[in-house]
């Protein structure tokens, strides 16, 4: 089975800073277009950033100039460096991307999220 595994959320103070990884399972799976989500508690689910394969990054406004998306091809993995965090910055965090694996697509794989709390 494909899925995505994401890593890295926690606690963490205003002002502080938070890597997420998203690693796609099993491992030699690859990983094409990508982006990170958000959602707080009774809202929506929404955009954070998304990267190509060939590293185009787009961002939301909210996260501009905070939070920068990445990846490393030959690990098949993401990642999203959030710096200035803010207590509205907290929310279940979610990869989503296009995986192929042994030549087949699994077209908007979701992980199973990780939360981000961020204290006043």
């Known amino acids: 089975q494909v899925r995505l595994v994401e890593s890295g959320g926690g606690l963490v103070q205003a002002g502080g800073s938070l890597t997420l990884s998203c690693a796609a399972s099993?491992?030699?799976?690859?990983?094409?277009?990508m982006g990170w989500y958000r959602q707080a508690p009774g809202k929506q689910r929404d955009l954070v950033a998304t990267?190509?394969?060939?590293?185009?990054?787009n961002y939301a406004d909210s996260v501009k100039g905070r939070f920068t998306i990445s990846r490393d091809n030959a690990k098949n993995t993401g990642y999203l460096q959030m710096n200035s965090l803010k207590p509205e910055d907290t929310a279940v965090y979610y990869c989503?991307?296009?995986?192929?694996?042994?030549?087949?697509?699994?077209?908007?794989?979701w992980g199973q999220g990780t939360q981000v709390t961020v204290s006043s």
């Open positions: 989503n991307a296009d995986v192929n694996y042994r030549s087949t697509w699994y077209r908007g794989s």
């Open positions: 990267i190509t394969r060939g590293g185009n990054t």
């Open positions: 099993p491992s030699i799976a690859s990983i094409n277009a």
